[in-house]
């Protein structure tokens, strides 16, 4: 069964750090482009960082763009997703997605919450 499973989520303060975890079973990761959005109460999902398959090329939303930093541990068949000086506004549950390249996606995890209050 393929699945992606993501953790890490939790309550953090402003400023603080979380690292997301989005971890492969059933299929290898370094195959695939893999994406991370977020979707807060009441708006759209939106795409937050993705990270390719090749060349580990990454790209980033203006909004997280020298807060947050995608990675990839091909041995642990994982990909990482650290935030650092979050915001109230970071706010959401986050999701991974896997696909040949970034901006198509054929499978999508469950999501973790993130939640940034004082």
């Known amino acids: 069964q393929l699945q992606l499973v993501e953790s890490g989520g939790g309550l953090v303060q402003p400023g603080g750090s979380l690292r997301l975890s989005c971890a492969a079973s059933?299929?290898?990761?370094?195959?695939?482009?893999i994406g991370w959005f977020r979707q807060a109460p009441g708006k759209e999902r939106e795409g937050v960082s993705c990270?390719?398959?090749?060349?580990?090329?990454?790209n980033y939303a203006d909004a997280v763009k020298g807060r947050f930093t995608i990675s990839r541990d091909n041995a642990k068949n994982t990909v990482f997703l650290q935030m650092n000086s979050l915001k109230p506004e970071d706010t959401a549950v986050y999701s991974c997605?896997?696909?040949?390249?970034?901006?198509?996606?054929?499978?999508w995890g469950q999501g973790t919450q993130v939640t940034v209050s004082s």
């Open positions: 997605a896997a696909g040949v390249v970034c901006g198509v996606y054929d499978y």
């Open positions: 059933g299929f290898t990761l370094d195959n695939y482009a």
């Open positions: 990270i390719s398959s090749i060349e580990s090329s990454t």
